[in-house]
T-cell receptor
Framework: GAVVSQHPSWVICKSGTSVKIECRSLDFQATTMFWYRQFPKQSLMLMAT?????????EQGVEKDKFLINHASLTLSTLTVTSAHPEDSSFYIC????????????FGQGTRLTVV | DAKTTQPPSMDCAEGRAANLPCNHSTISGNEYVYWYRQIHSQGPQYIIH???NNETNEMASLIITEDRKSSTLILPHATLRDTAVYYC????????????FGDGTTLTVKP
């Protein structure tokens, strides 16, 4: 089946630094990837849609200059949290548009970001 | 995407069937019902989806009412590993990765 892999699974960084999270579709090409954020005991909230070769589309209230998204290839999208602060600590999850013939989304295993 | 309503939590005895309801009274004709689950600190996992007919796969069964305003996910023989948050999502078949997640149902399977 289609596999989406995120790296790293968890990361701890100091306040003010930047962190990059990778999302890869391992056995299929994904023209579109999606980034979600999930705070403790809450549901997933869509942050942005990442399109290969073009600028990402951000949901209302998500700062595009803080959450930089790059989708340079059909198998890789990256989310960079710039100048991270403790309130950015969260579980970040990506998903990829499915291979041809499938309609369900495939999610990465998530990245736990802790900013200290 | 149509809004869904699910009970916040449910318990189920190990080995028994778990029936998880979902209301989606504003579903439109071209929207499907998708179910995902999220085990603690993992990404969501696809379970099953359907349009209007009942569906079954190796994981679960999906029962959709005739008016399509509600559905039930059935885990026929729940195990402890089925403890998770279950999300019912209603959306069109396009743009599969873009899903609106509600609060879901926390299913706790007890020994």
């Amino acid at each position: 089946g289609a596999v989406v892999s995120q790296h790293p699974s968890w990361v701890i960084c100091k306040s003010g630094t930047s962190v990059k999270i990778e999302c890869r579709s391992l056995d299929f090409q994904a023209t579109t990837m999606f980034w979600y954020r999930q705070f403790p005991k809450q549901s997933l909230m869509l942050m942005a849609t990442s399109n290969e070769g073009s600028k990402a589309t951000y949901e209302q209230g998500v700062e595009k200059d803080k959450f930089l998204i790059n989708h340079a290839s059909l198998t890789l999208s990256t989310l960079t949290v710039t100048s991270a602060h403790p309130e950015d600590s969260s579980f970040y999850i990506c998903s990829a548009s499915p291979p041809r013939g499938l309609t369900e989304a495939f999610f990465g295993q998530g990245t736990r970001l802790t900013v200290v | 995407d149509a809004k869904t309503t699910q009970p916040p939590s449910m318990d189920c005895a190990e080995g028994r069937a778990a029936n998880l309801p979902c209301n989606h009274s504003t579903i439109s004709g071209n929207e499907y019902v998708y179910w995902y689950r999220q085990i603690h600190s993992q990404g969501p996992q696809y379970i099953i989806h359907g349009l209007k007919n009942n569906e079954t796969n190796e994981m679960a069964s999906l029962i959709i009412t005739e008016d399509r305003k509600s559905s039930t996910l059935i885990l026929p023989h729940a195990t402890l590993r089925d403890t998770a948050v279950y999300y019912c999502i209603v959306r069109e078949n396009t743009n599969a990765g873009k899903s609106t997640f509600g609060d879901g149902t926390t299913l706790t399977v007890k020994p």
